[in-house]
């Protein structure tokens, strides 16, 4: 069954710190990962999105990475900002159409 | 930068009534999207537009749910009759190409809350 899990639910963490959010997946065939991010009660907003040849992705302070063998990716967010607080989703792709595969999302609150 | 624009932002109806949900998508994008959010939980497919036809739809997308482009530029999402369940973020989407491998611009959404 095509699944995208992340960690952890839900994530606090001091403004200027990094942190490091996880997501799983088992959606296959795979043709690509995207990192969104969403404020609340907003639309979604692209960070990133990578191919199955791209291990490293970065736009600004927030870098993704991807382990296409392990299916893992992550979103690394560097300096904190008290703008970063939202929730951050994975979405893996499959090709075809309908093959978006979204998971819950990590909810990051920066505090100051 | 273009982006995606919904109306209304919030609407509140009674259960059993028609509900007409709008969308102008980025104005050189091919494929458009309705996506349902319920909250707290992860977002939905409803159903996928391209030349001027439903392409994809899933199983939330019943009789209940119709889409359309009345002109060249609106998407819209009508529910016609609402029940309870189905109070949820609605957000449009527009991609360049596919969804497989074209980015997705989301708009801002449009809050349906049914009494």
């Known amino acids: 069954k095509n699944q995208v899990e992340q960690s952890p639910q839900s994530l606090i963490i001091l403004e200027g710190k990094n942190c490091t959010l996880q997501?799983?997946?088992?959606?296959?065939?795979?043709?690509?990962l995207r990192w969104y991010k969403q404020d609340t009660g907003r639309g979604p907003v692209s960070l990133t999105i990578?191919?199955?040849?791209?291990n490293t992705k970065s736009n600004g302070r927030y870098t993704a990475t991807l382990d296409a063998d392990t299916k893992q990716s992550s979103l690394h967010i560097t300096a904190s900002q008290l703008s970063d607080s939202a929730s951050y989703i994975c979405?893996?792709?499959?090709?075809?159409?309908?093959?978006?595969?979204f998971g819950t999302g990590t909810r990051l609150t920066v505090i100051p | 930068e273009p982006e995606v624009t919904q109306t209304p932002s919030h609407q509140v109806t009674q259960m059993g009534q028609e509900v007409i949900l709008r969308c102008v998508p980025i104005?050189?994008?091919?494929?458009f999207y309705w996506y349902r959010q319920i909250l707290g939980q992860k977002v939905e497919f409803l159903v996928s537009?391209?030349?001027?036809?439903?392409?994809?739809k899933s199983e939330i997308f019943d009789d209940q749910f119709s889409v359309e482009r009345p002109d060249g530029s609106n998407f819209t999402l009508k529910i016609r009759s609402t029940k309870l369940e189905d109070s949820a973020m609605y957000f449009c989407?527009?991609?360049?190409?596919?969804?497989?491998?074209?980015?997705?611009?989301f708009g801002e959404g449009s809050r349906l809350t049914v009494l």
């Open positions: 989407a527009s991609s360049e190409q596919g969804e497989d491998t074209g980015e997705l611009f």
């Open positions: 997501c799983n997946y088992t959606v296959s065939p795979f043709s690509n």
């Open positions: 990578m191919t199955f040849s791209e």
């Open positions: 979405v893996v792709s499959a090709p075809g159409a309908n093959n978006l595969f």
């Open positions: 104005s050189n994008h091919l494929y």
């Open positions: 537009f391209y030349n001027n036809e439903i392409s994809e």
